[in-house]
């Protein structure tokens, strides 16, 4: 029976039932067992007010809901699901458990007169942090405030291993608190704070790293790849077949690399507060009282106003400047709040002709003249214009190891240019099957292949070249990227990850698979799939290091031909320096 009809058919029962002389019965007997039962007197107060209320007897005082905390859903392998494993981890450390540091929330919420809350919302000297988060804040365990046999763990933003610190409790949950870092008293040995160079550094939400030197950004990145296998592929690293993680690939640029940045304004909501330039920029973490230097930098409120980002390339930071100019005359005419759309344009220049009739649409001066910046590409001998783009509909171009990528703006693309010829080198170098002859054909599958970046670097030499990608948009766009470079043997298919094994034909010894998920990385279905086809090699890049080493586990332990697998090789790219993100690059060979 399908569904529908089912639906209907119960109904009809239902309706038919509620009609029939039993069920009106059992109702009615129901009913007067409810007003007759003497233990119902609570329960049923609300009918007793409103028949039998006597002249003079007291109004009933209505009861206040208690408010109650709603735990959201939370997929393991996301931020907050990670910050759980680690502070059950921090709290294992130092002989305690949950039950060691459960806070007292619904007091909290339901809270009138400030007496608990402010018990918990209070500032908290010489506190020793203990941890780095994958995230990049510090961790600690601090005194409960009002159940004193009881802990806290507080995230420390800004805070490193060692270093001791004054702090501002603000926010509470059930497993920990959230403080803002007021003062350093003393500094962890790690702590660089004359390297920082960004203005909002300590305030802004966007980085977290710039008090550390570049190695030790690179090692923390090492240990955030190991935690996550630890974590998440518990079998893999109990059975020693995790390799020892290789050395974070550093990024050549570690500042203005960024080709993408998404500044954003709020409207007020009073309409006296319109005539006020609202700040546009980044959102603010908490309320850092930390570094003086920034205490009146960007303002105060949770968007720091921002008039240069230390991470963006040159071209953007010349848009910034631009678009908060148009804002700073155009604001009154947003009702609402938005998001500015910056994003890198490159073009390669003919220098027969003269540089403003090549620039496009763009981002435009005082002027009304489209801004650039140049840049000569010795390597493949080419000059190079970059332009900044703010309409997410409008193609833009990236420049890639002598090839060009074609997207829309607001479409995604690898965000750190400078990297990515490292990044497609490693790819293609590890696709490539061991031990081939010259002349034996071979083959590669580019999944999550957006449009097209894997495949098109990875083309040359290879048989055939088929990529797979949900989106439509970046199949159509790899397919005119792969035109414009004059790559014929790459093959697209629009679809979910799995659909290429429907149509595969290529012979799977030798073909290799490079696999380039979103954050959630891939699921149960396509890592079976990928099992049973049985590639000679596999290249998994990852943007979430955590959810990588989930589908890993699944795949060489619970698959039946993933136990003919090993990890050959797992290391981070540091695709985006100053801040605690990495990228995680796993290579699989059969045995
Ligand atoms: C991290 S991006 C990688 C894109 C490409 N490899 C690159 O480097 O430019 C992930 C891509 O996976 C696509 N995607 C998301 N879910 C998918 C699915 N279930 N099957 C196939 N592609 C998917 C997204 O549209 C996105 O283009």
Known sequence: MSLLLFRRFASVKNILHRQSPIYRQVLLSYRMSEESNPQ?????????????VEPNATPRVKKAKLKKYKAK???????????????????????????????????????????????????????????????????????????????????VPFGLPDDIVNIKVFKT?????????????????????????DKYFGKSSGDQFEFLTYEDQLEIKRNTVA???KFFAPRLVGSKTIPEIGSTIASPLQYNYRTKITPHFDMPKRLKQLEIKPPLGFGQKGRPKWRKETLEVGGTGPILDIDECALATDILNIGLTNERRRFDQEFKKYKKGATILLRENTIILDESKPVDEQLGEGSTDAEGKVSYTTIDDKEHGVKLAKTCVTNSRQIVTEYVDGYTFEFSAGEFFQNNNSILPIVTKYVRD??????????????????????????????????????????????????????SNGVENCKFIVGKAEKLFESIDTPNDRTSVILD???????????????????????YISCNVHSQ???????????????DYKIESLRGFDFFPQTHHVESVAVLSRV
């Open 40 to 52: 119902d007197v609570v329960t049923s107060t609300k009918r007793t007010l409103t028949t039998q």
């Open 73 to 155: 859903k939370v997929d393991p392998t996301a931020p907050l699901g990670i910050l759980q494993l680690e502070i059950d981890e921090l709290l294992k450390d130092n002989n305690l458990t949950r039950e060691n540091v459960t806070n007292d929330l619904i007091s909290i919420l339901n809270d009138k007169t400030f007496e608990i809350k402010d018990k918990y919302h209070r500032e908290v000297s010489n506190v020793k942090v203990l941890k780095l988060t994958s995230n990049g804040d510090g961790l600690a365990i601090i005194d409960n405030p009002v159940e004193t046999e009881k802990k806290q763990v507080v995230i």
């Open 173 to 197: 949950h059930p497993h920990y608190v959230e403080s803002d870092l007021l003062d350093v008293i003393e500094k962890s040995s790690m702590r660089r704070d004359d390297l920082i160079k």
């Open 227 to 229: 935690n996550a296998y």
């Open 430 to 483: 590890n696709l490539k099957i061991p031990n081939s002859k010259i002349d034996e054909p071979n083959y590669l599958v580019d999944a999550y292949c957006g449009s097209g970046l894997f495949s098109i670097c990875s083309s040359k030499g290879v048989s055939k070249v088929t990529g797979v990608e949900i989106s439509a948009d970046s199949v159509s766009f790899a397919e005119r990227n792969a035109k």
């Open 517 to 539: 998920p979103p954050r959630k990385g891939c699921d149960e279905v396509f890592m079976k799939q990928l099992a049973e086809y049985y590639p000679a090699r596999i290249v």
């Open 549 to 563: 080493a989930r589908d890993l586990e699944y795949f060489l332990n619970d698959t039946e031909k993933g136990k």
